[in-house]
């Protein structure tokens, strides 16, 4: 027990595990390669073979080249590993973008990396469609790898990790209150829950396809929205196509994509009753619905689209969108006034349900301080009584909810950070903070400045900087990533 206590932390370990993950991102990115030589892009080409070939020597030779002493990992090595996987996937992912003149600078071009690996959304390229096809493909799969996860489809390809640190991966990854296991294993999980993954994605890809969109366009879609992440490869995002039958349909994806992807399996394996009895899953599409239906009737109201249902049926999409951190847009949002933003702002901050792809604080949190106050006011008229939180069933313990309440705390200090930057540099105040909700949410949408009328690529380095962490932390859910700033962390256990 001595010796354990004295144990440093296994970089070496970490540093090896990324050389692997690092193998499997050079192999992701032989796909936009080969688009790239279907549609004859010479420039786009050069980027991806060459990054192709440094992101595979650099993994061959951490994983090869890296002995460690030690081949476990614990809770530290797996918190490590979590944070460190976003920041250098972004940082090789982004070279394409930086080699094919995209984006030549570098700050642009990690800030748009780490959007698609976060899901948030938030573009700084001005003009999407004069963007080359295999760099499209390569920023929509970022999106689609990063919404399961990146440590879980790790886990699924690779279930030696289940034996020296699944667990921890698996939990510093997977967001939510409490962290289920759908099956025995850690590997058999994320087996499970990335193959929901790619039958949703197909499909949807078979619904995009049957409608207006060309296969290119279908299939870029169909990633960022099972993976809510709203990059698009047009610049008037969904309303390019103006089209009913899309807008429906993608609703109702991003929807299915924000629901807990345990209950999605369970359903699909025949346990039906399952997602009906569950608390989170009736607020979700209760809560999102309902605000989705008062943005439809208001988008009516004011009257800016000559058909009505086609308006109602915009303002239901534009709702959800903002709800599950998708960020696709289906209309002019900012030309209905302040009280329609205000209302995504509201929807964005908590999200959808924990355990899906969607970002924001999660309902599962809202539902336990809603049951939580309504037992504090319970107890102002009879005192006497012993009554406990149950969410989903179970009774949520003291830890449980002391965890929520500190996430929440440092989710609301982040925003108010980020909010005071943005603000400082230049951006009027309700454009700051709807723009400071957006990234710690993982949502992507702007307003004002950064919205449909502006852009991301206007805010300053110092802004896409403090962006760009709020896109990580809110991904990984905020302590995977503050834990790391502690001295603690560091020193030998």
């Known amino acids: 027990m001595i010796g354990e206590r004295k144990l440093s932390l296994n970089i070496a370990v970490v540093a090896r595990i990324i050389g692997w993950l690092l193998i499997i991102e050079s192999s992701f990115m032989v796909l936009p390669l080969i688009t790239s030589l279907i549609y004859s892009e010479p420039v786009s080409i050069r980027a991806f073979a060459i990054t192709i070939g440094i992101t595979l020597l650099a993994g061959v030779a951490m994983t090869f080249g890296i002995r460690p002493k030690r081949n476990n990992m614990h809770t530290r090595e797996g918190l490590l590993l979590t944070a460190s996987v976003w920041v250098v996937f972004s940082l090789f992912g982004c070279l394409p973008y930086m080699l094919s003149g995209t984006l030549p600078r570098f700050v642009d071009a990690y800030f748009e990396m780490m959007s698609g690996f976060s899901t948030t959304g938030a573009s700084v390229i001005r003009d999407v469609e004069s963007v080359a096809k295999g760099i499209l493909l390569w920023r929509s799969m970022s999106q689609w790898l990063g919404g399961m996860g990146i440590i879980l489809f790790t886990l699924a390809v690779l279930p030696m990790l289940n034996h020296s640190g699944g667990v921890q991966l698996f939990n510093a990854e997977v967001t939510g209150l409490t962290h289920d296991k759908i099956r025995p294993r850690v590997s058999q999980t994320a087996t499970s829950l990335w193959a929901v993954y790619c039958v949703l994605s197909l499909v949807l890809l078979a619904f995009m396809w049957a409608g207006p969109m060309e296969f290119f366009d279908a299939l870029n879609h169909t990633m960022v929205i099972t993976s809510t992440g709203g990059f698009s490869t047009k610049n008037a995002s969904m309303a390019h196509w103006n089209s009913m039958y899309l807008n429906i349909v993608v609703t109702v994806f991003m929807l299915l994509s924000g629901l807990n992807f345990h209950l999605l399996y369970k359903f699909a394996v025949g346990d039906r009753m399952a997602i009906w009895k569950n608390d989170v899953f009736r607020w979700t599409v209760g809560l999102l619905v309902g605000v989705g239906v008062i943005v439809g009737i208001n988008v009516v109201l004011q009257d800016t689209m000559d058909n009505k ?6 303002g239901l999409f534009q709702t959800i969108s903002a709800a599950t951190s998708t960020g696709l847009s289906a209309f ?22 924990a355990g899906s792809t969607a970002g924001g604080a999660k309902i599962d949190r809202l539902v336990l301080l809603v049951k939580n106050t309504s037992i504090q006011i319970y107890h102002l008229l009879h005192p006497n009584t012993v009554k406990v939180i149950r969410v989903n069933g179970r009774v949520v313990n003291d830890e449980v909810y002391a965890k929520c309440v500190a996430f929440l705390t440092c989710f609301f200090i982040m925003i108010a950070i980020s909010t005071i930057v943005f603000t400082e540099s230049g951006m009027p105040a309700f454009d700051a903070i709807f723009t400071a909700v957006s990234a710690v949410s993982n949502v992507g949408m702007g307003y004002g400045v950064t919205g449909l009328h502006g852009s991301f690529a206007d805010m300053n380095d110092l802004c896409k ?3 760009s962490f ?10 995977t990533i503050l834990i790391l700033f502690t001295r603690g962390f560091w020193k030998k256990s």
Do not use: I
């Open 309 to 314: 249902l086609m308006a109602f049926v915009c």
């Open 332 to 353: 002019d949002y900012e030309a209905d006034g302040p009280f329609v933003s205000l209302m995504f702002v509201m929807v964005m901050l908590f999200g959808a349900s």
């Open 465 to 467: 900087v403090v962006f």
């Open 470 to 479: 709020d896109m990580l932390a809110g991904r990984l859910e905020l302590f």
